[in-house]
Nanobody, 122 residues
Framework: VQLQASGGGLVQPGESLRLSCLAS????????IGWFRQAPGREREIVSA????????YYADSVKGRFAISRDNAKNMVYLQMNSLKPEDTAVYYC????????????????WGQGTQVTVSS
């Protein structure tokens, strides 16, 4: 079982990035997928989550209206489109999988990717 996050980088405030999460070794559509982030000195927090069939999604208040989560189960991929990035979005971003019906808590996620760094700075 493996989740591989990619797409991070260094961008200026107001710019966009799209993160990708490639799943392997398991059937993606059996799992809720979440994106989390962890900034230096802070706890890991949920950013967004998407249900198995993509009919339900969750966003943290801090990213509502700026980020969009999507999934392509046929390609074993989940995406996080991040627009209007702010310096406070700087963090390592992780994708994770949960077998729960709907999961927004860190403890519900059992498989984790390695993280990709997002830095927003002028």
């Amino acid at each position: 079982v493996q989740l591989q996050a990619s797409g991070g980088g260094l961008v200026q405030p107001g710019e966009s990035l799209r993160l990708s999460c490639l799943a392997s070794g398991f059937t993606l559509d059996d799992y809720v997928i979440g994106w989390f982030r962890q900034a230096p000195g802070r706890e890991r927090e949920i950013v967004s989550a998407i249900s198995r069939t993509a009919n339900t999604s969750y966003y943290a208040d801090s990213v509502k209206g700026r980020f969009a989560i999507s999934r392509d189960n046929a390609k074993n991929m989940v995406y996080l489109q991040m627009n209007s990035l702010k310096p406070e979005d700087t963090a390592v971003y992780y994708c994770a999988a949960s077998g729960s019906y709907y999961a927004t808590r860190l403890a519900e996620y059992i498989y984790w990717g390695q993280g990709t760094q997002v830095t927003v700075s002028s």
